[in-house]
C-alpha cells in the first residue's frame, strides 16, 4: 500500500510540475521573462505559493526542468555495455525523443528558445550544464569502472554536455532550417569519431 501511495504522490508532483511549467511558458513567452512573477504563475495555475516553492526552488528552475531527462538516463543506463559511452548516448537520446509527439516537441522548442535568448537565463543555464557534466561522469564511471571525478570521464561527459549546448544554439539561430533529432546524432556520431578532423 505504502509503495502504491509514493507512486501516486509521485504522478501528482509530475502532473503538477509540468502544469505549471507550461503555464509559466506561456506567460513567459507572452509578457516577457522579466515582467512574469511566480506570484502570477501561482496564481494561473491555482497552487499557493509555497506549493510552488516546494516544486521549484526560483523562478528559472521552471525553465530549467526537464521531465526528459529522467526517461534519457533510465534509457542510458539500459544500453549494453560493449557500446562506449558515446554509442549508447547516442541511442538513448534517439530511442526517448524519435517517440515525442509533436506538440511535445513544440513545448521543448519553446523551453529552448527561452533558454537560448533570456540572458539571465542563459547565464544561469551554466550552473545547468555543470548538473549535467555531473550526472554524465557518473554514468560513464558506471559503464567503465572508472572513478566520476577522473580527468579523462569528466572531459568526456563536458564534451557530450557541449555537444547539446551547440546543437540548440544550430536550432535556434537555423529555426526551422533543421531536423533538431538528426542534428543532434550528426554531433553525437562526430563525437564519437572524434574532433581532431576539425583542425586539420
Request: hydrophobic share 45%.
Amino acid at each position: 500500500m505504502n509503495e502504491v501511495m509514493i507512486s501516486l504522490r509521485e504522478r501528482k508532483k509530475i502532473k503538477t510540475m509540468a502544469l505549471v511549467q507550461r503555464e509559466a511558458l506561456d506567460l513567459f513567452l507572452k509578457q516577457g521573462y522579466d515582467a512574469t512573477t511566480v506570484e502570477q504563475i501561482a496564481q494561473v495555475t491555482e497552487i499557493s505559493l509555497s506549493t510552488f516553492f516546494r516544486y521549484f526552488p526560483t523562478k528559472e528552475a521552471v525553465v530549467f526542468y526537464d521531465s526528459l531527462n529522467p526517461l534519457i538516463i533510465e534509457t542510458l543506463r539500459r544500453q549494453p555495455r560493449h557500446l562506449t559511452f558515446v554509442q549508447a548516448l547516442r541511442k538513448a537520446v534517439m530511442e526517448t525523443y524519435s517517440s515525442l509527439p509533436k506538440e511535445r516537441w513544440h513545448f521543448e522548442q519553446r523551453r529552448g528558445e527561452l533558454i537560448y535568448k533570456v540572458p539571465k537565463i542563459r547565464t544561469a543555464a551554466l550552473g545547468e550544464a555543470m548538473n549535467s557534466v555531473n550526472m554524465l561522469a557518473e554514468i560513464i564511471a558506471e559503464r567503465t569502472n572508472r572513478r566520476s571525478d577522473e580527468q579523462q570521464v569528466r572531459n568526456l561527459a563536458g564534451a557530450a554536455v557541449g555537444v547539446g549546448l551547440v546543437v540548440m544554439q544550430t536550432i535556434f539561430e537555423k529555426q526551422n532550417a533543421v531536423d533538431p533529432l538528426q542534428l543532434m546524432d550528426d554531433a553525437l556520431a562526430q563525437l564519437e569519431k572524434g574532433l581532431d578532423c576539425v583542425a586539420r
